[in-house]
């Protein structure tokens, strides 16, 4: 894959391999990849550059290629909208011949190993397929999944597509998606109301409540992408079907996915098997073969856009987020003033928008902490009582624990390791945990995870696709946990976009609770189950040098505000356990 394209001088072509198969000579390195200029996307840059660009070009990022060389290179000014010219031999007197056969010549130069490439992937296609019982192709309407469909249709006969409606998509994507399965022949699945795979959730109310996506806080794809798989893995009868997703997902695209491999279990849709058939092609080479086969094509490509997603997308590079502005104005407006309020809010200037800074926008996190309002040590076992806001999904949710009991205005849930137990108030519930000390680190970070994400949880469903049994369903107020949990415990395994937010409300399961210094002082007191802990600690720490006070016979022990408390949890947990 460090090859690069190169340029055959003779032929005036770009050629895949070592030599030219028209004329047998070698190549010179031209680009890493190339992808061919449409008409009006000629036109486009020629009006942003205020240049002529010969009709045989190629590009590559921010370079225009002509006959293998580079004509020209153009950075962004995002603030001011304008492609500005970097370097270049331009000749504006010039006239430029128009060569139209360049695509017929470059496809003649690489039949040989087009072929090839042809062959080795339907191969593979029948090989991995040959054993599942269902292989879907994940259709975006890009060029890629494309290419894949119509390889899979070679290799498997009759292929259904599953195309994913984020709710974000250019209009030319629907275009292209119905016309493309009537043209080829292609099965669409849609779900029980004949409409495409969706989640039911709305991006610009999420918007407000996760602040907008960035390549960071990649919220969107668990809630639009992933969830609706769920659901329609959910949908198939037959549990025992072993379903294979053949996607058209190519290493050169980002760094994130050179790191891919032709098949993976997916990381988040437990049970989800992907195939990567044409992982290891370059653009040209999809370009090229779309070509030779008179493949229908998204009008996406034609007006200059290289990726075809969704329309926010935060991961679009730098020069497709300035084109899609460009091509939509009415869908980027739309979404600007969602940047442009959350700029506002977060004393951020417009420039901030206009620059594009929001695609590596970091969050906050701004946490309000809940700590135990008392902790006991009841010998071989931590008590820890909360008194906690009365939440929609909380009590439910506790079912991935052990089976819940709910009586009245009480509850309780009872596992082999840790008992809950809980009273229902009008806006507070009380709350009691206790488990054994053995188990104190992985109950902790279990309990924290659970409570925080039950109390602050809007119901997105991005969790929804890591459950193997469907238990998980997105409801009005939150999440729901169905009879169907077996408690393995993976929603919890999965990172939550809600950790990602602006603001939220994490619950902690430390044995002490901290408060400052009701004198003033810059000292922390630390409450303590018991007196005993107290002076373990303490010793622990004078050990250290660190000066310390005890107090109450060891229940408070006082220590400075500046002391770092993640190294006191971590000498209690030693202690404790």
Same mark, same amino acid.
């Given at each position: 894959m460090r090859d690069v394209v190169k340029w055959c001088q003779n032929c005036d072509v770009p050629i895949l391999g070592e030599n030219c198969e028209l004329c047998g000579s070698k190549g010179r390195d031209c680009a890493k990849d190339l992808k061919p200029m449409f008409d009006k996307e000629l036109e486009l840059f020629e009006k942003l550059l205020g240049v002529k660009i010969p009709r045989s070009s190629f590009r590559y990022r921010n370079r225009i290629i002509v006959s293998g060389k580079t004509y020209l290179t153009f950075r962004i000014d995002p603030q001011n909208e304008k492609l500005i010219l970097v370097r270049g031999h331009i000749d504006k007197e010039k006239v430029f011949a128009t060569d139209n056969d360049i695509i017929e010549r470059a496809i003649k130069a690489n039949l040989g190993l087009l072929k090839e490439k042809e062959?080795?992937?339907?191969?593979?296609?029948? &090989?991995?397929?040959? $054993?599942? %019982? /269902?292989?879907?192709?994940?259709? +975006? +309407?890009? *060029?890629? %999944?494309?290419?894949?469909?119509? /390889?899979? &249709? #070679?290799?498997?006969?009759?292929?259904?597509?599953? =195309?994913?409606?984020?709710?974000?998509?250019f209009p030319e994507t629907y275009n292209f998606i119905e016309k493309f399965t009537r043209t080829y022949g292609f099965d669409l699945l849609k779900d029980e109301n004949d409409n495409f795979y969706s989640a039911k959730n709305d991006f610009f109310q999420l918007c407000e409540r996760l602040g907008p996506p960035s390549i960071y806080c990649r919220w969107c794809c668990h809630i639009f992408k992933e969830q609706p798989v769920r659901y329609f893995l959910n949908c198939i009868k037959d549990k025992d079907i072993k379903v294979v997703f053949l996607t058209g997902i190519r290493r050169l695209e980002s760094r994130r996915r050179g790191n891919f491999f032709q098949i993976e279990r997916?990381?988040?849709?437990? +049970?989800q098997t992907l195939v990567q058939p044409i992982i290891d092609w370059k653009d040209i080479e999809v370009w090229l073969y779309t070509f030779w086969k008179k493949i229908e094509i998204n009008k996406l490509y034609e007006l200059g856009h290289a990726r075809v997603g969704c329309w926010p997308c935060p991961c679009a590079p730098p020069l497709m987020d300035f084109i899609r502005r460009i091509t939509h104005p009415y869908l980027w407006k739309k979404f600007e003033k969602i940047l442009l309020k959350y700029a506002k809010e977060n004393s951020r200037s417009d420039k901030w928008v206009k620059k594009g800074l929001w695609r590596i926008r970091r969050p906050k996190r701004q946490k309000s902490i809940i700590q135990?309002? &008392?902790?006991?040590?009841? !010998? !071989?076992?931590?008590? =820890? *009582?909360?008194? /906690?806001?009365? !939440?929609? %999904? @909380?009590?439910?949710?506790?079912?991935?624990?052990?089976? @819940?009991?709910?009586?009245?205005?009480? =509850?309780?849930?009872? %596992?082999? $390791?840790?008992?809950?137990?809980?009273?229902?108030e009008d806006e507070y519930i009380e709350l009691q945990v206790r488990y054994d000390k053995k188990s104190y680190i992985a109950t902790k970070m279990f309990i924290e995870k659970l409570l925080s994400r039950s109390l602050n949880c809007i119901g997105c469903g991005a969790c929804v696709s890591s459950c193997p049994q469907g238990a998980l369903q997105v409801k009005e107020k939150g999440v729901a946990v169905s009879n169907k949990c077996d408690r393995c415990w993976n929603c919890l395994k999965i990172p939550c976009v809600i950790e990602d937010s602006e603001r939220m409300i994490s619950v902690k399961m430390d044995p002490f609770i901290? $408060?400052?210094?009701? &004198?003033? /002082? #810059?000292?922390?007191?630390?409450?303590?189950?018991?007196?005993?802990? +107290?002076?373990?600690?303490?010793? *622990?720490?004078? #050990?250290k040098e660190i000066n310390i006070e005890l107090h109450e016979g060891g229940k408070i022990l006082c220590v400075s505000m500046t002391f770092p408390i993640w190294r006191l949890e971590k000498y209690l947990m030693n202690v404790v356990i």
């Amino acid at each position: 894959m460090r090859d690069v394209v190169k340029w055959c001088q003779n032929c005036d072509v770009p050629i895949l391999g070592e030599n030219c198969e028209l004329c047998g000579s070698k190549g010179r390195d031209c680009a890493k990849d190339l992808k061919p200029m449409f008409d009006k996307e000629l036109e486009l840059f020629e009006k942003l550059l205020g240049v002529k660009i010969p009709r045989s070009s190629f590009r590559y990022r921010n370079r225009i290629i002509v006959s293998g060389k580079t004509y020209l290179t153009f950075r962004i000014d995002p603030q001011n909208e304008k492609l500005i010219l970097v370097r270049g031999h331009i000749d504006k007197e010039k006239v430029f011949a128009t060569d139209n056969d360049i695509i017929e010549r470059a496809i003649k130069a690489n039949l040989g190993l087009l072929k090839e490439k042809e062959a080795i992937t339907v191969e593979f296609i029948k &090989k991995v397929c040959e $054993s599942s %019982s /269902l292989n879907v192709v994940l259709f +975006g +309407g890009g *060029k890629d %999944s494309t290419l894949t469909a119509i /390889l899979a &249709k #070679a290799a498997l006969g009759k292929v259904p597509l599953l =195309f994913i409606d984020t709710t974000l998509e250019f209009p030319e994507t629907y275009n292209f998606i119905e016309k493309f399965t009537r043209t080829y022949g292609f099965d669409l699945l849609k779900d029980e109301n004949d409409n495409f795979y969706s989640a039911k959730n709305d991006f610009f109310q999420l918007c407000e409540r996760l602040g907008p996506p960035s390549i960071y806080c990649r919220w969107c794809c668990h809630i639009f992408k992933e969830q609706p798989v769920r659901y329609f893995l959910n949908c198939i009868k037959d549990k025992d079907i072993k379903v294979v997703f053949l996607t058209g997902i190519r290493r050169l695209e980002s760094r994130r996915r050179g790191n891919f491999f032709q098949i993976e279990r997916g990381k988040r849709i437990i +049970g989800q098997t992907l195939v990567q058939p044409i992982i290891d092609w370059k653009d040209i080479e999809v370009w090229l073969y779309t070509f030779w086969k008179k493949i229908e094509i998204n009008k996406l490509y034609e007006l200059g856009h290289a990726r075809v997603g969704c329309w926010p997308c935060p991961c679009a590079p730098p020069l497709m987020d300035f084109i899609r502005r460009i091509t939509h104005p009415y869908l980027w407006k739309k979404f600007e003033k969602i940047l442009l309020k959350y700029a506002k809010e977060n004393s951020r200037s417009d420039k901030w928008v206009k620059k594009g800074l929001w695609r590596i926008r970091r969050p906050k996190r701004q946490k309000s902490i809940i700590q135990p309002t &008392k902790i006991e040590d009841c !010998g !071989g076992e931590l008590v =820890f *009582k909360y008194r /906690l806001p009365r !939440g929609d %999904s @909380l009590i439910n949710r506790l079912k991935v624990v052990g089976n @819940l009991q709910v009586s009245n205005r009480q =509850f309780e849930v009872k %596992s082999n $390791s840790i008992n809950i137990y809980g009273k229902i108030e009008d806006e507070y519930i009380e709350l009691q945990v206790r488990y054994d000390k053995k188990s104190y680190i992985a109950t902790k970070m279990f309990i924290e995870k659970l409570l925080s994400r039950s109390l602050n949880c809007i119901g997105c469903g991005a969790c929804v696709s890591s459950c193997p049994q469907g238990a998980l369903q997105v409801k009005e107020k939150g999440v729901a946990v169905s009879n169907k949990c077996d408690r393995c415990w993976n929603c919890l395994k999965i990172p939550c976009v809600i950790e990602d937010s602006e603001r939220m409300i994490s619950v902690k399961m430390d044995p002490f609770i901290i $408060s400052p210094c009701e &004198k003033g /002082l #810059a000292m922390n007191h630390i409450l303590l189950p018991n007196g005993e802990l +107290g002076e373990i600690l303490a010793r *622990k720490l004078r #050990a250290k040098e660190i000066n310390i006070e005890l107090h109450e016979g060891g229940k408070i022990l006082c220590v400075s505000m500046t002391f770092p408390i993640w190294r006191l949890e971590k000498y209690l947990m030693n202690v404790v356990i």
